[in-house]
């Protein structure tokens, strides 16, 4: 009987009795926010921008990217149309997230 138990004991895991970390309070940083990443407005989410136009030339290997002139819709550089590069299907007057407003693609010329 002492040998069933003995078996039984090296079976659980050495932490078995203890509690979940999963029900532990959130960390929080130096900052003083948390790092729960589902907390209120923990991550910025980028600027939202309005396709205003697309450039009939492709590029990339196999012509998967395509060039959009893009509308700045909210943020300090509100009203900016800027040139940005896409990978898939936009068209005309779709809303995208941008994850900046600095950076701005070159123009793409056709050979």
Do not use: W
Not at 2 to 13: G, S
Not at 31 to 41: F, P
Not at 43 to 56: D, N, S, T, W
Not at 93 to 107: A, F, N, Y
Request: net charge positive; proline share 3%.
């Amino acid at each position: 009987m002492a040998a069933e138990n003995d078996k039984e004991k090296a079976r659980q895991p050495a932490d078995a009795g203890k509690e979940s970390q999963n029900n532990a309070t959130p960390q929080t940083n130096t900052a003083g926010g948390t790092k729960d990443a589902h907390a209120e407005g923990a991550r910025f989410e980028g600027f939202m921008a309005e396709i205003v136009g697309l450039e009939k030339v492709r590029t990339g290997i196999y012509g998967e990217i395509k060039q959009a002139m893009c509308k700045i819709l909210e943020g300090r550089d509100k009203g900016r149309v800027i040139r940005r590069n896409f990978a898939g299907r936009i068209k005309k007057g779709d809303i995208v997230r941008l994850p900046d407003t600095s950076r701005e693609d070159k123009r793409i010329v056709a050979r």
